[in-house]
Structures are given as C-alpha cells and as structure tokens.
C-alpha cells in the first residue's frame, strides 16, 4: 500500500493514545510464564503484539480476548518442546522468546522478513545462550535461528549492551525460572538503558525479584523463582504518540492527546520536554498533552539514547526548525528494521531537507520556510520511518508518496486513522 500525504495541513481534535506495544508485549510474555490465568485490559493491537499473541499459543498458553482485555493462561516454566515460531518482524518479540526458548529441547525461529527482521544481528544474545549451557544455530547471527535447549544454566553470564537493550531485558525474563542463581553482567556499553526500566517494572508487578547494581550494569537474579499471574492495565503508548505530536508542532494545529502518564517510564514521554525546548506551545497535565502548533521552532541538542523509538519524529520536527539541530548517542538506530539512520536521511534528502549525519549522530539544517517534497519515498518497511516521514509531508510544498506504508501497522495500525480523524489528508493509492 502506498499513500500520499497532502501538503498545507492544520490538525484539530482529540484522540486517545494507542496502548504501549513495549508493555503489552513484556506485560504478555510474563503472563505466559506464569502459572495461572492474567488479564491484561487495553492491550495494544499491532504485528509486534500479534507476534507474541501467535507465539505464547505456540508455546501453550491459552489466550482469550474481547474488545477491552486478554486473558492468559501461562505455561509457567514448561513451554511446549518443540515449537516452531513465527515472529514476523518483531526483533523485540523474537529476542525476549529466543532466550525463553532455551526452556525448550528445540525451538525454529523462521525468516519471514529478509530483507529487514532477518537483516538484525543477535549475535550477543546467543552468545549470552551459548555460556548458559544453550546451543544455537543461526546464519552468521541472523535467521533463521533455531535454539537447542532444556537444561539451560544459571551462574556468572555477559552480555554485551552496545548494540541493543533487548538481549539483557531476554536474559532477565528466562533467569528467574533456572534453578541455578544468576548474575548477569553488562559488558561495554548499554543502548537504551532506559527501556530495562520498564521490563524491570513489569518483572516486579509479575513477583519476580532482580537486584540491580553498578549503574545498571550488574544483575543478581535468584534461581527458582516464580511468575505470579496478575491483572493489568496497558498505558499509552509515547513512542507512537510522538509521531502525532510532532505533526501537530509542525503545523498550524491545535491537538490534544489522552493516556499519556507524566511520570511514565517510557523514555520517549521526552518527546515532550523537546518539543518545548523547541518552542511549541503545549501542556502535559492529567495524563493528557495539550499541542498548540504554531509553526516557529527553535533548534535542539538531544542525547537520543533516552528517547530512541521518539528520535526520527523528533528529527522530523527538527527539519522545520530555525538551526541547526544534533541528535547523539544514536547509533543504535542502525540496528532496527533498517538504518534508521542513513536510509532515514536519505529519503529526507529526496524530500527537500538538509541533514547529515555521522555514525552515532544526525545534524539537521532546519528549514523554517519548508521543503519542497513532491517525490515518492522509500519506507524500507519501516514503521518509524513511515510514521516520521508523513510529519514530513504534512508540512511540504507538494506532498509525498510513502511507498509500503501499511508497515505501519507493526507498531501504531491505526495511525492514519488517528491523523485522518484529526482532519489530515492522506490518500491511498490503489
């Protein structure tokens, strides 16, 4: 599906936050691991939140689910021995379940997305699998990958942190259950340490203890634990909702936003802060933010690594704003669905905009006036990508093209919806 988004626009209305992928799919994995029967109310729905939902029945959970809430009926620490699992693009979904996997005599991960989910490397998870008595085999790191587990050790385990969050936030999910206590130690660098906030969260709400220590570089994980079955609200999601909230910065909008918790431990609630250092005119009380787009944006230096799913609709704002902009620390960036770094950039280029980047930075040379966009852009299945580059369109001279744009249903399927409903003009073209 591709789609056109009509240039000159002005957004009005409200709408209420779509529920966080991140802690619908952690809030259901731990459901799964434990014994009994959880409800989680206003789950999110997306390809990331199906994969799970398709996964944990694989491995034996029972899912039932009306308009408002999942139950799940987990299979505790005895998944089934042989499952073969299809986690379409979701490298998050795919990483947590490769180490929970390890609990399984064998399990085959298949490919169903070369050229972005089977580009990904995990070669620091297996790694970490490798030292907990697990044997992989994979494609130079990459899928298909199938895991041969079933007496998988607890003990001294490292993990290197520099190319992703995920692979400790896998780790800290399967320890628990081992019989063996376990110390999980960081090597190098950790990329969004802030995300291992919310997966700690949720292990705590689920009865599982973790002891951190060194700024978030050691874990203590006592052996034999158990996931107590729990009922749990789903908040709104930032990193979705950042994209709507930049769109309403950069035009002459007036846009409110529900379900969207101040004191969240989603690091992208920073979109906030930015877009006021930015100058836009906005609120955030009540869980509820308030955008009152006025066009006129200043400049911004931003550490992304709080922020990573947030950084390209921050940069997409960014391109609009009086200044030069610079995002740093954010070369994790290169290891999503696609280099969200240089592919990014260059499908800005195409649309009129001045940006360069470095290995872990993007500069943007913002253009108050606007860009000339009139040009079909390449998503590269991207849903950040294609969320970010409608911000784009909607400010442009001309409009843009966004070729295989229903990639954005892997996080926020309903986010043009949610634009179109707020008065946007996005066309789909046949």
């Known amino acids: 599906m591709n789609v056109f988004v009509h240039p000159g626009q002005s957004l009005q209305g409200e709408i209420q936050a779509l529920s966080s992928k991140n802690y619908t799919t952690r809030y259901m994995l731990a459901a799964g691991l434990a014994d009994g029967t959880s409800v989680i109310k206003y789950p999110a729905h997306s390809q990331d939140s199906d994969a799970m939902r398709r996964c944990l029945i694989e491995l034996g959970a029972v899912l039932e689910e009306n308009e408002t809430e999942i139950r799940i009926t987990g299979f505790g620490n005895q998944p089934k021995v042989d499952p073969v699992l299809d986690v379409g693009n979701a490298g998050a979904v795919l990483r947590f379940l490769m180490a929970v996997t390890a609990l399984c005599t064998k399990a085959e991960y298949v490919n169903k997305y070369p050229e972005s989910l089977g580009k990904r490397p995990h070669d620091d998870l297996i790694d970490a699998l490798h030292q907990m008595n697990v044997r992989v085999e994979h494609q130079n790191g990459k899928l298909p990958i199938t895991i041969f587990g079933g007496e998988p050790k607890g003990g001294h385990i490292t993990v290197s942190g520099n190319v992703s969050s995920q692979f400790l936030s896998a780790l800290l999910f399967v320890t628990p259950l081992l019989k063996e206590d376990s110390v999980i130690e960081v090597l190098h660098d950790l990329k969004s340490k802030i995300v291992i906030g919310q997966t700690l969260e949720v292990l705590e709400q689920f009865g599982i203890e973790v002891d951190v220590e060194n700024d978030g570089m050691l874990y203590r994980v006592k052996g034999n634990q158990a996931y107590r079955a729990q009922e749990m609200a789903v908040q709104g999601d930032y990193p979705g909702s950042a994209a709507i909230l930049a769109a309403a910065a950069v035009t002459n909008s007036d846009v409110v936003v ?171 073209i046949a």
């Not at 009152?292 to 990573?308: F, P, S």
């Not at 195409?350 to 079909?376: L, M, N, W, Y």
């Not at 969320?387 to 744009?405: E, F, N, Y």
């Open 258 to 428: 529900h379900r969207l918790l101040e004191k969240s431990k989603q690091g992208e609630r920073a979109i906030v802060d930015v877009l006021r250092m930015m100058n836009v005119p906005l609120t955030h009380e009540n869980g509820i933010v308030h955008v009152k787009g006025n066009q006129t944006l200043k400049a911004v230096e931003i550490d992304g690594d709080v922020a990573t799913d947030a950084v390209l609709a921050m940069v997409a704002a960014a391109v609009f704003a009086e200044g030069t902009s610079r995002f740093y620390n954010v070369e994790n960036l290169r290891y999503k669905e696609c280099d969200r770094i240089t592919d990014y950039l260059n499908e800005l280029r195409k649309a009129g905009a001045d940006v360069e980047e470095r290995q872990s930075e993007i500069i943007v040379h913002g253009k108050p006036e606007g860009v000339e966009g009139g040009v079909e852009i390449n998503a590269h299945f991207d849903h950040r990508v294609i969320m970010a580059l409608t911000i784009v369109g909607m400010r442009s001279k001309k409009g843009l093209t966004i070729r295989d744009a229903e990639h954005v249903g892997k996080s926020y399927p309903g986010y043009f919806d949610h634009l179109r409903a707020l008065g946007a003009n996005i066309e789909v």
